[in-house]
């Protein structure tokens, strides 16, 4: 069965890919309102990237893992700002997360001087950024004199050079003698430093005397995993060792905002 991520992938590859160039030929509608602004714009915006997800192998023990918050800018060029439909470019640069997570862990599995009965560890890690270009479809439709409604969809692909990282926790009895490190994660990234992405996202503008403003929710759901690793409790005085793996698939949840610059008037 196909799931729903593998169907909307398809369904962009087909709109980008082979519908995208006939539909936009045949389109003649044209909103002068906005033949006035550059095609290049400035955009930036918050992002939430999805939860990593845990597959345990053995053992009782597990983590929480929380969505992180990002944020990514950079330009775009829209190739026909004034048309109906159109296609969109750009450049755009974020930060790549890595972990946050939240571990417990029993005050009977660890040494006895601690006053807490669960021992809690909250981290969080981002990678280096990522930088990347997409190529969307754009459907613009006018609603009022000023206002325009959009959907888009389409392919992004993003560079991101391998690497990896790590976190562990350790516990050292009353006077320092001894230690354990009862926990463990290690994730790296793909080998190849490039990846793809499907985009699908609704917005909306606004047409001022000298700016187009711009903002648009998008989702971008990667082909493949950002980051994979496993974690690993051991070490523990009454619970058995856990183990599992760890998956962050880097799909994430934008705001984007965005805007273009009218174009100085030709002077006589």
Request: with cysteine; hydrophobic share 40%.
């Amino acid at each position: 069965m196909v799931n729903r991520k593998t169907m909307l992938t398809m369904v962009g590859l087909i709109l980008t890919v082979v519908f995208a160039p006939e539909i936009f030929a045949q389109s003649t509608i044209e909103y002068y309102a906005l033949k006035k602004y550059r095609k290049w714009g400035i955009v930036a915006g918050p992002i939430l990237y999805d939860r990593a997800v845990l597959e345990p192998q053995y053992g009782d023990y597990t983590f929480d893992n929380k969505p992180m918050w990002g944020f990514n800018a950079g330009f775009e060029y829209d190739f026909y700002p004034d048309k109906k439909w159109s296609f969109i470019t750009g450049f755009i640069v974020a930060l790549e997360p890595v972990y946050k997570v939240r571990v417990n862990i029993k005050k009977e599995d660890v040494y006895s001087h601690f006053e807490e009965d669960v021992l809690t560890l909250d981290e969080k890690y981002y990678a280096m950024t990522s930088f990347s270009a997409p190529i969307l479809l754009r459907l613009n439709l006018q609603i009022s004199k000023r206002i325009f409604v959009n959907f888009r969809t389409g392919l992004k692909a993003m560079y991101f050079p391998d690497g990896s990282a790590s976190l562990s926790w350790t516990f050292h009895n009353e006077d320092e003698t001894e230690a354990r490190e009862v926990f463990g994660l290690r994730v790296e990234s793909p080998y190849n430093w490039f990846q793809g992405s499907f985009v699908i996202g609704t917005g909306c503008s606004y047409a001022t005397k000298k700016l187009l403003f711009k903002a648009n929710m998008i989702y971008v759901m990667n082909f493949q995993n950002a980051m994979d690793g496993e974690y690993l409790f051991d070490n523990m005085f009454v619970s058995a060792r856990s183990r599992g793996y760890y998956k962050l698939s880097g799909n994430y949840l934008g705001l984007v905002f965005s805007a273009s610059l009218a174009k100085k008037k030709d002077k006589w």
